[in-house]
């Protein structure tokens, strides 16, 4: 049987060197378009059933975050549900996974994938809801509509503004795998933290903030190579339309907390960065995030508080991301939520490492910690 290795899918990305010797194939990752990034890979490999397969990933030492890698372990499925750790090493600017597949097809990712399609499914599944209000405030470069979902108490006047956002960095799955979580919750009319929480507010949720990065299989920009995350002070519609058009929709609902979910390459803890550094700081955001992160610490052992970025000096924040722009302009409380791509250290997994499964309990965990401060927003 022929060996095979492509990328020809929703979010796929892999470029093939050489295929000739199962223990020395040769593969690169491909940049995003019209841009440096890179560190995103998702590929397919048939035909090598029980065969020892050593694959190299040759320019991993040019990737975004090469620190990354050290101490990182690759995601492997079969059946496109279950991703489990693959055995992986870096050395030499190469990163080398070593796997001998089981079925004829197996499938490897820097993390578990979430496709475009899983979206559309996603979205799809929270219409059937008669709760939930699907808005749809403009389209990408490439065409595809940006879904942002409308749950709760329709007395705008009365409500809380709640906005979650996720994968501005598509590579980031993590972020939609958790978004996934918290909806669910949101939705389940037996939880009374849920119950509660939709009577106080409006929950306004993007939980794909960058549809073309994700389907062309990118780390960290969109179609035309724009980094969302460093556009919130000045957005356009010609290179980053996403942001344009979903900060246009915060400035009609108003907002009164902002939860924008990411994934970091390097770090392995839950952790959030927040908006110290903007010029309104002041006691009372620092006492609204001091409140969140303590009830997502009680909430979930999977979060800490101990390590994470370092913090920023008053009047330094950087005002093009998403955090420090929207605590700033609407006065209210706005956080980063960070995960791992390898593993929780205090509460690690050796087979799975931070998975999917992991990330929606942690999304649900996030409603207990709006539910600490929702009076105080
Ligand atoms: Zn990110």
């Given at each position: 049987m022929t060996v095979q290795i492509t990328d020809a899918f929703d979010g796929g990305n892999i470029v093939v060197r050489s295929l000739e010797n199962l223990e020395q194939i040769q593969l690169e990752i491909r940049k995003d378009a019209q841009s440096d990034f890179y560190q995103w890979f998702y590929y397919r490999l048939s035909g090598a059933r029980g065969q020892e397969c050593v694959m190299k990933l040759t320019n991993a030492g040019g990737a975004a975050y090469a620190p990354g890698w050290t101490g990182y372990q690759a995601v492997a499925?079969?059946?496109r549900k279950t991703w489990f750790r693959v055995a992986t090493s870096y050395r030499d600017g190469a990163l080398t996974i070593r796997h001998r597949p089981e079925r004829d097809a197996?499938?490897?990712a820097y993390f578990a994938p979430y496709s475009m399609e899983r979206h559309a499914d996603l979205i799809s599944r929270m219409i059937m809801d008669a709760r939930v209000r699907l808005t749809v405030p403009g389209r990408t470069l490439d065409g595809q509509d940006l879904d942002v979902l409308e749950i709760g108490n329709s007395d705008r006047a009365r409500a809380k503004k709640i906005w979650v956002i996720g994968r501005q960095h598509p590579?980031?799955?993590m972020a939609e795998w958790l978004i996934e979580g918290m909806l669910e919750r949101?939705?389940?009319?037996?939880?009374?933290?849920?119950?509660?929480l939709l009577e106080k507010a409006v929950f306004y949720v993007a939980p794909n903030m960058n549809p073309d990065g994700s389907r062309r299989g990118h780390l960290r920009t969109n179609a035309v190579g724009t980094n969302l995350n460093r556009a919130?002070?000045?957005p356009d519609?010609?290179?980053s339309p996403e942001v344009f058009l979903i900060r246009a929709e915060m400035q009609k609902t108003g907002l009164d907390f902002c939860l924008d979910v990411h994934g970091d390459e390097e770090l392995p803890y839950n952790f959030v960065a927040t908006a110290q550094g903007i010029p309104s700081w002041d006691d009372r955001?620092?006492?609204?995030t001091e409140r969140y992160k303590t009830a997502l610490v009680a909430a979930s052992p999977d979060f800490q508080t101990e390590k994470g970025y370092p913090s920023v000096a008053p009047g330094k924040a950087n005002l093009t991301m998403c955090t420090s722009w929207?605590?700033?302009?609407?006065?209210?409380?706005?956080?980063?939520?960070?995960?791992?791509?390898?593993?929780?250290t205090a509460t690690a997994s050796p087979v799975y490492g931070w998975s999917p499964a992991r990330a929606k309990i942690l999304g649900r965990a996030q409603l207990d910690a709006v539910f600490a401060v929702i009076d105080q927003l």
């Open positions: 499925s079969y059946d197996v499938y490897y590579g980031e799955t949101l939705l389940d009319r037996n939880d009374p933290v849920a119950r509660v919130w002070a000045e519609l010609k290179t955001l620092h006492d609204l929207v605590s700033e302009h609407f006065k209210a409380l706005a956080l980063t939520l960070e995960q791992p791509f390898k593993d929780t």
